[in-house]
């Protein structure tokens, strides 16, 4: 037996056996394969990273993880097998890929590494060497799995195309999938489009478009798994859309009931998901259309439900602040959500005036102080500013550069710090953003404000997949700048994710480097370095 089996015969016994006092139990399996090194269709850069990335986020959610790595087909049913005996009746079993995909006739196909080239006309090939998502389902449902969640980052390209198109045609997308019931997919993309494995060559992330997004989503308590489905739709497709790319996530959803993979054990439900124009407005327009109001004193708040049933939004908003404060109830409050809603999400993809949106969404914060202590407003609010800055930092120069990044700041610490994650949240996507349009040490004061709290708020941050790069190239500024005073706060509260980084940057400094003088007080205090290492901290601290 090999090693590799070896190791796979044993986990699957392990886990097996710390089971086996609960036989009844549900409990949580998962299997994440990720294929990078494929030897007849091109590499990928970042699936092995995004195998292991969700194993991490999953183990922290209870699972437990088999992790299979550039598997060809051998290995890969292997892995399965282990999987296969590693469930039992009434658990939920959770299967990620990262790789190469490829439909045929409606079927899709998960590629192992030894995958062969393959031609026009020699489809066969693909059916004999690669894995039917369809058949995993069925092997998971056939162990008696109550929950069967399937996640594939599979959707990049066609990876049989060929100069001079003597390679096998297709859309190199997938193909929609009806499940069972008990059973939810979630693709990287949609039925036919094609998934982004980086943004661009110099996107330096360690993870693909759709994983480095699911793995911040998986952090986040309360969700389930459609509002997770929902709210990548949305992040996503702004992503891809940045660098003029179409790729919106799909689900198909034959759960019943709602899964939270994870829980904070709070009754209350979770939160509503990030602005998106349709979810949006069309919550709105259910509300409108179906929500009986409760009798008002005042008489003025039936006209204010007309202008709510027409969506006459601006007019709405004008109306509401008529009503006399005595009469302003929880209905008052949830038009001034819809008006809010309605008025402001278009302001999501406007190309009006970057000041322009910035100004109409400030109005409504500051006329109705209420939605400052709204989720979903707290959400959309934060697209918008994301949105907004994102153009201002992509047409400015110079000192305008300097001046959207201060703006963008300033709307991040001054988003209410008291409701959910809203201020981690933004504060992560404006990390995002500025590593992008300006430098990677850029976001690091951003990711900072990100840690600040709520405590939940700074697991996600220390996953973040850009979170590392970001800190060391910020540890390579000079020690007074506001980007290295940052990184030395970022390594104290995120050292279980970030220190064999830092350590492993030492041996690649040369000189009396500014992250040399950083890093080393930080390793030193807490006895990470070894050897030469340590010898060469000390002697540049002692200076």
Sequence with gaps: MSKTNLCLAILALGIAISFATTAHAEKRVALLVGNNAYQNVPRLQTAVNDARAVGTALRGLGFSVILAENQSRRAMSEALLAFDKAIEPGDIALFFFAGHGFEIRGQNYLLPTDIPEVREGQEELIRDSAFPADRIIDRLQGRGARTTVLVLDACRNNPFERPGGRGLRGSGGLAMMTPAEGVFIMFSAGARQTALDRLSTNDRASNSVFTRNLVRRLAEPDLTLVQIAKRLQIEVRQLAASVGGDQTPAYYDQVVGEIVLNSSGNTTPAGPPPPQTAALLSDVDKRAAEAVPAPSVDPAIAELDALAAAKSWSELRGHLTTVRPTARDAHWASLAEQAAIGELTPLVTSTRPFGDRLATLEHYATTFQILNDNPKFLALRGSIVLSAFGECLEEGYGAVLADCRRGLEGFVRTTPQSVGTARADLARGAAHLVGRKLNRSAAVPFFAIA?????????????????????????????DWDEAKAAEALTEACWSALGTAIVAQVARETGDSYYLGNACPILLRRDALTGLRAARCREIKSR
């Design 451 to 479: 840690i600040e709290a709520p405590a939940e708020a700074n697991v996600a941050a220390c996953m973040d997949p850009d979170l590392t790069d970001a800190v060391i190239a910020a540890l390579g500024r000079p020690p």
